[in-house]
């Protein structure tokens, strides 16, 4: 496990990121969604996936953690007008997102790794694999969906919490990263108040940008529908869903699999929007099992 480090990936984006693992190994980049920073990709996993012989990378998204911040200010009308599919600019796209996470693989001199990545990561992974199909080995999509809105869809009661104000004082926040996981998390694999507590202060910890959440959120919201351009994707590709996930509907992952040829598709009963420590091996064998039908990468 390395120390966070820093790559400059474009002249207004630094990211912060951290390997676990061999760097002979074949690489696998971990790409986390709205909001999260590269800890939400448990240490744990992260060394059960070294383990397993990848070399692994996590990092923080543009607008998350230590990364950089960047400019554009989006309100809470136009992410409405966004929801109800209403055309509006936004200071980034999904492209970009894919753009940051090249960048970072040009900076370790990785010319080609496997991918996984969870909600808005699996849409940006699903961008890597259509836009620079030989950097990509294989990809796992996780709990995401194809930008179609007729599929994915959230839970509208989570509509409200998602764009409330996120300012305030660390325990304020906290409290309310709490509630959102006990609405969004796998209520067949609950997790420890504790845990959840102790993900949310050091989320706090490493850099809270609310600004940059909502940045996030449009790029979402905006985002194109993929579903004909997955088509083309020729890489192995496993599609894991839960089969309780409210905050992006199970029919994103169904719709995700039918579009890339050959995809597996994993559903998990009682699997919410997150990633419980009890399904660790599940996500650790299907990265595994879709990289193997990869073959190893040339050296």
């Known amino acids: 496990m390395s120390a966070e480090l820093f790559a400059p990936v474009r002249p207004e984006v630094e990211l912060c990121y951290q390997t676990f693992g061999d760097p002979d190994d074949e690489p696998l980049l971990l790409v986390m969604g709205l909001g999260g920073p590269m800890i939400w990709w448990d240490a744990e996993l992260c060394r059960m996936l070294a383990a397993a012989g990848f070399y692994v990378i996590r990092y923080d998204n543009r607008d998350t953690g230590r990364s950089s911040r960047i400019e554009g200010r989006v309100t809470r009308v136009s992410l409405a007008r966004a929801f109800t599919g209403r055309r509006v600019r936004a200071p980034y796209t999904m492209a970009d997102l894919a753009a940051d996470a090249f960048g970072l693989l040009d900076h370790l001199g990785i010319d080609a790794a496997h991918v996984a990545g969870v909600s808005m990561g699996g849409m940006i992974v699903q961008t890597m694999a259509i836009t620079e199909p030989r950097r990509v080995l294989s990809m796992?999509?996780?709990?995401?969906?194809?930008?179609?809105?007729?599929?994915?869809?959230?839970?509208?009661?989570?509509?409200?919490?998602?764009?409330?104000?996120?300012?305030?004082?660390?325990?304020?926040?906290?409290?309310?990263?709490?509630?959102?996981?006990?609405?969004?998390?796998?209520?067949?694999?609950?997790?420890?108040?504790?845990?959840?507590?102790?993900?949310?202060?050091?989320?706090?910890?490493?850099?809270?940008?609310?600004?940059?959440?909502?940045?996030?959120?449009?790029?979402?919201?905006?985002?194109?529908?993929?579903?004909?351009?997955?088509?083309?994707?020729?890489?192995?590709?496993?599609?894991?869903?839960?089969?309780?996930?409210?905050?992006?509907?199970?029919?994103?992952?169904?719709?995700?699999?039918?579009?890339?040829?050959?995809?597996?598709?994993?559903?998990?009963?009682?699997?919410?929007?997150?990633?419980?420590?009890?399904?660790?091996?599940?996500?650790?064998?299907?990265?595994?099992?879709?990289?193997?039908?990869?073959?190893?990468?040339?050296?």
């Open 140 to 299: 796992t999509s996780i709990m995401s969906t194809t930008g179609k809105r007729t599929v994915g869809w959230q839970h509208p009661n989570l509509l409200p919490a998602l764009i409330g104000n996120k300012r305030g004082s660390r325990e304020a926040y906290v409290k309310a990263s709490r509630q959102m996981w006990r609405l969004i998390g796998s209520p067949g694999y609950p997790e420890p108040e504790e845990a959840t507590r102790k993900r949310a202060e050091d989320t706090w910890d490493r850099g809270i940008s609310a600004a940059g959440t909502m940045r996030q959120m449009l790029a979402i919201l905006t985002q194109p529908d993929r579903s004909a351009r997955l088509r083309s994707v020729r890489v192995p590709t496993t599609v894991i869903h839960g089969l309780a996930d409210r905050m992006v509907h199970v029919s994103g992952g169904r719709a995700t699999a039918r579009a890339v040829p050959g995809a597996e598709l994993l559903l998990v009963d009682g699997m919410g929007h997150d990633l419980p420590p009890a399904l660790h091996d599940t996500f650790v064998d299907a990265i595994r099992r879709t990289a193997d039908r990869a073959g190893r990468p040339r050296s």
